[in-house]
């Protein structure tokens, strides 16, 4: 397809473990975001990825979380240890470049519950 | 720092009438402003965007929206909706000149469109 792409749809895990989500970006996109959306509120911004520029990582909440991209490619995002406040919906977006003004296309996100 | 208030949270609504879902922002630098729609269980699609030039922005599905600096609103209109326009509605805000790249996002409007 021509969108972006996240696997898996839906995780399921205990408190404790770690899990590892997936980004496919919209090809030929240099940037990538991540945002968490907690239940009934908006979206956070976890963290950018643009070309092979170091990544902003100011919205990533603890050191629990990171997030890797190889070139201008698959994203994944890992949380270590996960909590039950980490239940949440997670979002990743790509756009053609880093310009603000660019749209970012979404993903239909990783469902992630935390029991 | 940017922030983004979208002041009704739920806004019921007859099939065929008009609507207007609120959007006022916060932000020590100029920025852009974009209006997204979210379907149950699906990632974000861009509605509209506000970059520069005329105020009154149309986009898709019958959507407008009018940029108003002094008011610092943004807010989203449809003259008649429909059915198919239930969804949630996030408003947000990109930074035109610094480094930031990620939207700050408002914490949403769930719009629910009754028969």
């Known amino acids: 397809g021509a969108g972006v792409s996240q696997s898996p749809s839906n995780k399921v895990t205990e408190k404790g473990k770690d899990v590892e989500l997936r980004c496919d970006p919209i090809?030929?996109?240099?940037?990538l975001y991540w945002y968490r959306q907690r239940l009934g509120q908006g979206l956070e911004f976890l963290i950018y990825?643009?070309?092979?520029?170091?990544?902003?990582k100011s919205g990533l909440p603890s050191d629990r979380f990171s997030a890797e991209r190889t070139g201008e490619s698959v994203s994944t995002l890992t949380i270590q240890r996960t909590q039950q406040e980490d239940s949440a919906v997670y979002l990743c977006?790509?756009?053609?470049?880093?310009?603000?003004?660019?749209?970012?296309?979404f993903g239909d996100g990783t469902r992630l519950s935390i029991l | 720092a940017q922030s983004v208030t979208q002041l009704d949270s739920q806004v019921p609504v007859f099939e065929e009438a008009p609507v207007e879902l609120r959007c006022n922002y916060s932000?020590?630098?100029?920025?852009?402003l974009f209006w997204y729609v979210q379907y149950p269980n699906q990632g974000l699609q861009l509605l509209l965007k506000?970059?520069?030039?005329?105020?009154l922005v149309k986009g898709i599905n019958g959507f407008e929206a009018e940029f108003n600096k002094s008011q610092t609103s943004f807010h989203l209109r449809k003259p008649s909706v429909h059915i198919s326009d239930t969804a949630e509605y996030f408003c947000?805000?990109?930074?035109?000149?610094?480094?930031?790249?990620?939207?700050?996002f408002g914490s949403g409007t769930r719009l629910q469109v009754q028969p």
């Open positions: 977006a790509s756009s053609p470049g880093q310009a603000s003004n660019q749209p970012q296309h």
């Open positions: 090809s030929g996109h240099t940037a």
């Open positions: 990825f643009q070309g092979n520029s170091a990544p902003d």
């Open positions: 932000s020590s630098v100029s920025v852009y």
């Open positions: 506000y970059l520069s030039g005329s105020t």
């Open positions: 947000a805000v990109s930074d035109r000149n610094t480094g930031r790249r990620a939207l700050t």
